[in-house]
């Protein structure tokens, strides 16, 4: 129980020491010993606030998404230059998708929202008002279920296996 109260969110206290170091690029043991103290001391002083925090699955899972997100993005990057550089205006198909969500928890969904909205040519702009679907606007997808599809069985699914 030592540990718990020491490191109440072990994964928010790996992610500040990281991102900090990234802030001040440059490796130091200064720097690193600050990081693992802010580390340490911002989830013991938010933990009050996330009473229900999630429980997440295991971390090659957290890893695999992130490889296959960062992937997609750099796919999308590429295929949003070439409609841009290549499609005449008139053969770009914008649309409106409604994702059907089987996430239950707020935070899940709320990582596929950005997600969607992270990776080029499409962003998530609203959740329905009982949580059950999200409204996606894509910049071309001549085919929308496959888009639907492919968020649900790409995205979704793994999300389902970390979150729930």
């Known amino acids: 129980m ?13 992610m500040l020491v990281v991102v900090w170091q990234m802030l001040v690029n440059k490796l130091t043991l200064g720097n690193l010993v600050l990081g693992l103290v802010l580390g340490l001391i911002i989830p013991i002083l938010t933990a009050p606030y996330w009473p229900n925090r999630p429980r997440l699955g295991s ?6 998404y992130m490889v296959i997100v960062l992937w997609d993005i750099v796919v999308a990057n590429i295929q949003v230059a070439l409609i841009i550089l290549f499609k005449r205006n008139a053969d770009i198909r914008p649309t409106w998708i409604t994702v059907p969500l089987e996430l239950h928890s707020p ?18 702009s609203d959740l329905s008002a009982d ?8 910049l071309h997808a001549p085919d929308p279920d496959a888009v639907r599809e492919q968020i ?3 995205y ?8 729930e």
Do not use: D, N, Q
Request: glycine share 6%; hydrophobic share 40%; net charge positive.
């Open 2 to 14: 030592l540990i718990r109260k020491i490191l109440p969110h072990p994964y928010l206290t790996l």
């Open 131 to 138: 949580g059950h679907s999200l409204l996606v606007h894509c």
């Open 152 to 154: 649900k069985t790409r």
């Open 59 to 64: 971390l090659p899972r957290i890893v695999e």
């Open 156 to 163: 979704e699914r793994r999300l389902k296996e970390i979150f």
């Open 107 to 124: 935070e899940a969904i709320t990582v596929l929202a950005g997600t969607i909205t992270m990776t080029p040519g499409t962003v998530s």
